[in-house]
């Protein structure tokens, strides 16, 4: 059973950087899309970038393009989501979640088999 656990989330100004991590345990990702959805307070849950298995293909939702990299270690077992220029509108919990192809990820994130608990992210003004 494949495992995810989150890090890296934090408190930071409008403006700065942050870097998370998704560390997979339980099992190899190296042949699963991964990638990163958030919920803010009071709002459904939404897309924000995904990454098909070989690193090659990458995906964003419109807001954060140019603004955030989605990257993976496959020898790690690890994806990561570098964050840029961060708004307060960034503000949300961040879950990665791994699936059989980036479809999942780009049609809803109905049927996504794994899932980690999330890592807050915090963007004052």
């Known amino acids: 059973q494949v495992q995810l656990v989150e890090s890296g989330g934090g408190l930071v100004q409008a403006g700065g950087s942050l870097r998370l991590s998704c560390a997979a345990s339980g099992g190899s990702v190296s042949t699963y899309a991964m990638g990163w959805f958030r919920q803010a307070p009071g709002k459904e849950r939404e897309f924000v970038s995904a990454?098909?298995?070989?690193?090659?293909?990458?995906y964003y939702q419109e807001s954060v393009k140019g603004r955030f990299t989605i990257s993976r270690d496959n020898a790690e077992n690890t994806i990561y989501l570098q964050m840029n220029t961060l708004k307060p509108e960034d503000t949300a919990v961040y879950s990665c979640a791994a699936s059989g192809s980036t479809t999942a990820f780009l049609e809803g994130f109905y049927g996504i088999p794994y899932w980690g608990k999330g890592t807050l992210v915090t963007v004052s003004t």
């Open positions: 990454i098909d298995w070989s690193g090659n293909s990458k």
